[in-house]
Structure formats: structure tokens, C-alpha cells
């Protein structure tokens, strides 16, 4: 059997061994002391301030709790199953150090809040740094972006290859992603942001709380308005684990990308050695899993989100014990997007930039027969009518074994009449690039324009 424990009053004899380890958070939400506290010093300096406590016992309670945070800090703190949760632990070793006023603590708040409290903040840190690192990831795309803006790739579709485009405007996708993930994690956290404390366990509290003073002293931005959906309420991590999810299905695409790109068959990019590993039985491998494993821990979030989901479907008001299930996905994505942004930013960093490779990838394909039904078109031929004579080309230099480039004027204008000296000039790949200054497009001046105005942001 296992300690007394603090709700211990109504109940006979210890809980069973087993319960007590089934029911425990305390082995992950540990990872929670930095908010538990701080909302602990929250409400104590309130309950004094309202005087709901004497001042000078919550002044006392106050500083043993950062003293409690210097130990947890140091390592110097052991946590036991029989503490159950984080706040149990923190509140024992309180009691511990102050003696029975720290169990004044407790006035007014009860777990549920509390909890629901810790998450908050705990999101709203983590999105913190989340965002400092996408930004990260951000500045190192405008840099290479910045570098690369005369390199022309083919442009796929149904991984075919389809038209030419600036390697700088591939990379710079991936850019207008992040700001929208970066959006999506900023709209999470601001509505994680309010305070449920003052909910207590479901109804609200007898007690004067100044619940404004608590959330202001937090940096909140606000309070939760209803007792009931502020312990029940767990969609403000749902929204973060759908943040996480979409995030890592950008980088799973970004990393998907470098894995073939850094492939002999493609060899449009290398990556260095210190960011490859080796083959245990193949001398020559040079692997690329950082990028496999950003990838392949994409599932760990979209896991996370169904997760919590499936967790919250029909759970009746207000908490339930399933809830306590909410931690681990939550810490489990944090930690999955941070790193895989980490390594984002240093393949980004890192891989070299096969110009040539990217260029004779374009010159095969004939990646500029859209240009050259285009051409047809301006000269006045329906573009319709202009995309069959072009396919008819195209099926025509499949059969020879030709490119676009190799067909003579005459053999051109066999297909069309219209065609000119100047189709030359309108197939060329540089051509092809450069026209296409519609705003969003891949021309260089419009590519130029919007990393301009990206870098100003
Ligand atoms: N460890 C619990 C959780 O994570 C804290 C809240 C417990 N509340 C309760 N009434 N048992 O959800």
C-alpha cells in the first residue's frame, strides 16, 4: 500500500500499488514545475493581497516556492510515485520547508484549474520557442533564396518534369508556408493565453479571488469566462497539436524534397558529411536521415492530434481523469517540431547547390512546350488549337529522339505557319523564366521583388 496521501481524509487504509502508478502523472508532468510554480506564486501573492491568507504566511510560501524551483532546477528535488502529480509534489515539499500554513496554498483552487493552468502556460512557452526557431528556418530560406536567384530547376508536377522555374522561388514556397504555420501557432497561443484560475474544480470558488491580478501577473490575456469550460476545455490544445502537425507536413515535404534531391539521380543539391551517416555494411553510403527522420517523425504528430481528438470526443463536462492524457502528445509534438526545425535549418544551411545538374535536368522534357503553345497563341492562334499543334511537336521529337531545341525552323513550321525565327528565342529556357511576372509568378524581377519584401518583414 502506498503513503497517506493529501486527499487522503475519506479514505481507508492506502491505495493499492498498482492504482498508484496507473494513476500517476508525476513521471511526465514534471516537466510542468516551471509553470506549476509560477502560478503558485500567482495565486499566494493574490490570497494575500485579498487577504483570504495573512500576508506574511503567503510571503513565506512565496520564496520557499522559488526556493522549490532553484531545487527542481538543480536536480536536487525527488519526485515519488506517491506525489501523483506535479502539484501534489510541489505542495508536499512546500508543507515540507513552510510547515502546515503551506497548506493554505490550496485555498480557493483545485487541481482541475490548476492543471488546465500549467498546460496554458507551458503552450505558450513552447510556442515561444517554436517560433523563434521557424523564424530560424525562415531567415536561412530568404539567405539561400537570396543566393541562388540565377539557378533554373525544372518545376514538376505529378513529379514529372513540367516548366522551368527559379530554384529561389521553390525554396521561397516553402517560406510562404512557414509564415502561415507560424500564424497558426501564434493564433494558439493567444487563445491558450487566459487564465481558468478561479474555476476551482468546476463551479468557481467562495472565496474573493482576484482572478484579473493572477492572469495579469502571468502575462494573460485575458480569463476564462465559464467555471465549467475552463477545467473541461481542451481545444486550445488541440489547436496546437494541429499547428504541430501541419507544420511538420511542411517539413515533411521540404526534407522529402532534399532526400531525392541529394540522390545520384537527381544530384540537384549535396548535403555535407557531418550531416549524413554512414552504412554499417556499405562503405560507400552517405546517407541523408536527418532529413528521413524530420520526415518520418511526422507521424508522431499527426499521431499527437488524432490523439487528443479521439481523447476529448464525448467526454462528458466537466474534468475527467482521461484528461491528464493530454500531456504527453503535447509534449511529444513541442518536442518533434523544435528539433525537426533545427535540422531543417541546418540542411537548409548546409546543402550545396548543383547548378548544372538542376540546368541539364531542364534541358530534357521539354519543359518549355507550354512556352511554345504560348507563342502560337499571342500570335493569334486559339490556345487550344496552339496546345495540340505543340503536343504534335512534342510526340514528333519523341519519335526522332529530338528536343525541342534541335527542331530547324522548317521542320517547325511545318506544324504551323506562324511560327518564326523568333519561336527561338520564346523556347529558351531563360525565356520561359523571364516572362513569367504575373504576381506570384517565377520571373526574376517578380522573385526579386517578393524576397525584397519578405526580407523587410
Ligand atoms: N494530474 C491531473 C491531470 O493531469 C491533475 C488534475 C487531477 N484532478 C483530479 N481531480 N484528480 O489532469
Known amino acids: 500500500m502506498g503513503k497517506k496521501k493529501a486527499w487522503g481524509g475519506r479514505f481507508d487504509g492506502g491505495t493499492d500499488r498498482f492504482v498508484e502508478e496507473f494513476t500517476a502523472s508525476i513521471p511526465f508532468d514534471v516537466l510542468l514545475y516551471r509553470q506549476d510554480i509560477a502560478g503558485s506564486i500567482a495565486h499566494a501573492r493574490m490570497l494575500g493581497k485579498q487577504k483570504i491568507i495573512p500576508r506574511a504566511e503567503a510571503e513565506r510560501i512565496i520564496s520557499a516556492l522559488e526556493a522549490i524551483r532553484k531545487e527542481i532546477e538543480a536536480g536536487k528535488m525527488s519526485f515519488d510515485m506517491s506525489d501523483e502529480d506535479i502539484h501534489m509534489a510541489v505542495e508536499k515539499r512546500l508543507i515540507q520547508k513552510v510547515g502546515k500554513s503551506g497548506g493554505k496554498l490550496h485555498t480557493g483552487r483545485s487541481r482541475n484549474d490548476q492543471v488546465a493552468l500549467d498546460l496554458r502556460l507551458y503552450l505558450r512557452d513552447e510556442i515561444d ?10 531567415e536561412r530560406i530568404l539567405l539561400r533564396a537570396g543566393e541562388c536567384l540565377g539557378v533554373v530547376m525544372p518545376g514538376y508536377t505529378h513529379v514529372q518534369r513540367a516548366q522551368p522555374v527559379l530554384f529561389s522561388h521553390h525554396l521561397l514556397a516553402y517560406h510562404e508556408m512557414f509564415t502561415r504555420d507560424e500564424e497558426r501557432f501564434r493564433d494558439a497561443r493567444r487563445r491558450a493565453n487566459v487564465s481558468p484560475l478561479g474555476a476551482g474544480a468546476l463551479a468557481g470558488t467562495t472565496f474573493p479571488l482576484d482572478r484579473e491580478s493572477v492572469a495579469r501577473e502571468l502575462g494573460m490575456d485575458g480569463l476564462c469566462e465559464n ?3 475552463a477545467v473541461s476545455d481542451r481545444d486550445f490544445v488541440a489547436d496546437f497539436l494541429f499547428a504541430c502537425a501541419v507544420a511538420m507536413m511542411h517539413l515533411s515535404r521540404l526534407t522529402e524534397e532534399m532526400v531525392y534531391w541529394s540522390s545520384a539521380e537527381f544530384g540537384f543539391i549535396s548535403l555535407p558529411d557531418k550531416l549524413c551517416t554512414g552504412s554499417s555494411i556499405m562503405p560507400q553510403k552517405k546517407n541523408p536521415d536527418v532529413a ?24 462528458p463536462l466537466s474534468y475527467n481523469r482521461d484528461m491528464q492524457e493530454d500531456k504527453e502528445p ?16 541546418l540542411l537548409l544551411e548546409g546543402m550545396t547547390v548543383n547548378e548544372e545538374r538542376m540546368r541539364a535536368a531542364c534541358d530534357d522534357g521539354f519543359l ?90
Open 292 to 315: 528521413e527522420l524530420i520526415r518520418g517523425k511526422t507521424g508522431r504528430a499527426y499521431g499527437n492530434l488524432v490523439n487528443l481528438l479521439t481523447l476529448m470526443k464525448g467526454l
Open 330 to 345: 503535447v509534449f511529444d509534438s513541442a518536442r518533434t517540431v523544435k528539433e525537426s526545425l533545427i535540422g531543417a535549418a
Open 368 to 457: 518549355t512546350a507550354t512556352d511554345l503553345a504560348d507563342y502560337l497563341a499571342r500570335k493569334g492562334v486559339p490556345f487550344r488549337k496552339a496546345h495540340e499543334i505543340t503536343g504534335r511537336i512534342v510526340r514528333f521529337c519523341e519519335e526522332g529522339g529530338k528536343r525541342l531545341k534541335d527542331l530547324g525552323l522548317k521542320e517547325l513550321r511545318s506544324f504551323h505557319a506562324a511560327i518564326g525565327e523568333d519561336v527561338r528565342d520564346a523556347i529558351s529556357l531563360s525565356h520561359s523564366v523571364r516572362l513569367r511576372n504575373t504576381r506570384g509568378g517565377t520571373g526574376p524581377a517578380t522573385v526579386r521583388r517578393r524576397l525584397e519584401e519578405l526580407k523587410k518583414k
Open 227 to 229: 467555471s465549467i469550460d
Open 129 to 138: 520557442g517554436i517560433l523563434a526557431l521557424a523564424g530560424k528556418v525562415k
